[in-house]
């Protein structure tokens, strides 16, 4: 049972180069987010996905691209990057379920993290 | 105001003691409630959820949730140093869209021996 993995789990890369992190869940879970963890700011939402092809910003999207083709995947591409983009990635997956009449989201699960430094 | 606040901590308790890590939010229709554990370069693991006024236990910890004083605490009995960590607490509205969940900072625990 693999869960959820991300790749690579460590990169190095310079300002101004594009880089694609992978995320990868094996649930079939409808529900897939990418948050950055930095200290000071907690966990923020970049991009959120609530299945194949249905993608939404969340609280700091600005110089991400997410896309979402099938519902296993889920990459992060950064098109030009910045030192501010220094960051550990994390990416999660959930399944929504009825609670009476209304959804309820359910637990996120993370993957392992991808520490991403920008030089 | 920030959405969801944690006691800032670093919180520092004895083997065996009780650790209590509080949360307070703001949006009244956070209907969902989780609370994280991380270790340190690792990635945030569940620890339990409570969607219900009052307490859920699980073995060590307990949750207790009072949404009329919007605030949510997780207390850990008989604290072992294995318990040091950092603790998030999360929360979702029932309805919105996709499941979101707004974090909090973060509590660092840690139990020393």
């Known amino acids: 049972d693999a869960g959820i993995t991300q790749s690579p789990r460590y990169k190095i890369t310079e300002t101004g180069r594009q880089v694609t992190l992978m995320c990868h869940q094996t649930?079939?879970?409808?529900?897939m987010f990418w948050y950055r963890q930095d200290l000071g700011h907690g966990l923020r939402l970049i991009y959120y996905?609530?299945?194949?092809?249905?993608?939404d910003k969340g609280e700091v999207p600005d110089g991400y691209v997410v896309s979402r083709s099938k519902t296993e995947n889920f990459p992060l591409t950064l098109e030009s990057a910045t030192r501010s983009q220094t960051s550990v990635y994390f990416c999660?997956?959930?399944?929504?379920?009825?609670?009476?009449?209304?959804?309820?989201?359910?637990?996120?699960?993370f993957g392992p993290g991808t520490r991403l430094t920008v030089l | 105001q920030k959405e969801v606040e944690q006691n800032s901590g670093p919180l520092s308790v004895p083997e065996g003691a009780i650790a209590s890590l509080n949360c307070t939010y703001s949006?009244?229709?956070?209907?969902?409630f989780f609370w994280y554990r991380q270790y340190s370069g690792k990635s945030p693991e569940l620890i339990m959820f409570i969607y219900s006024n009052g307490d859920k236990e699980d073995g060590r910890f307990t949750a207790q949730l009072n949404k009329a004083s919007q605030y949510v605490s997780l207390l850990i009995r008989d604290s072992q140093p294995s318990d040091s960590a950092t603790y998030l607490c999360?929360?979702?509205?029932?309805?919105?869209?996709?499941?979101?969940?707004?974090f909090g900072q973060g509590t660092i625990l840690t139990v020393h021996p």
């Open positions: 949006d009244r229709g956070s209907q969902s």
């Open positions: 649930w079939s879970h409808s529900y």
């Open positions: 999360a929360m979702s509205a029932h309805g919105t869209s996709y499941g979101k969940l707004t």
């Open positions: 996905s609530a299945a194949a092809d249905i993608t």
């Open positions: 999660a997956s959930s399944e929504s379920r009825l609670a009476g009449r209304l959804f309820t989201t359910d637990t996120q699960y």
